[in-house]
């Protein structure tokens, strides 16, 4: 999905004009180089594309928010919240890259994904991103939930 929205952006995008500036043409035909290729190159390649960085980043806030959410919810139940240490939102941080390296990152996993991801059915994809995008949702209202708690 996140290739087809990069590619539908390419249609609407006004720096993809400067490709066309003859200068840039001649220096890239010059050089034997498609530049809408490395363009698109940059933004949808499965090894270290701009959208693997984008998922990274998704992922690791979800996980970020649901632990600072968790434990803004338990020191609030504990009376704890004057006791908070100040590194703690860093150390949540930490914990949420090592799980998001540790299941998806680690030994490229996620490449194992895209290839079983690729096999699915439309209904299944639609499916799965309906999922994930509630559970974005979720994750976003129990954050401001734990603030209003107690």
């Known amino acids: 999905m ?21 200068f840039f043409k001649k ?5 034997n180089e498609d530049l809408f290729e490395i ?3 940059t933004f949808t390649d499965k090894r270290s594309g701009f959208n693997i960085w ?3 980043g998704i992922l690791m806030g979800v996980i970020f928010v649901i632990l600072i959410s968790s434990f803004t919810v338990i020191s ?6 004057d006791y908070v240490p100040k590194f703690y939102y860093i150390t949540c941080a930490g914990i949420s ?25 439309k ?3 639609r499916k799965y991103v309906i999922i994930s995008f509630l559970v974005i949702i979720a994750t976003i209202a129990y954050f401001f939930m734990s603030l209003m708690c107690c």
Do not use: Q
Not at 103 to 118: A, I, P, R, S
């Open 39 to 41: 363009y698109n190159n």
């Open 27 to 31: 220096v890239a035909k010059k050089n």
């Open 97 to 121: 890259m090592f799980i998001g390296y540790l299941y998806v990152f680690k030994k490229d996993k996620y490449l194992d994904y895209f290839e079983k991801y690729e096999k699915w059915t």
């Open 76 to 81: 609030r139940v504990f009376n704890l919240y």
């Open 123 to 125: 209904k299944e994809k």
């Open 54 to 56: 984008v998922a990274d």
């Open 2 to 22: 996140d290739r087809k929205l990069h590619y539908l952006s390419n249609k609407v995008n006004p720096l993809l004009f400067i490709f066309k500036i003859p």
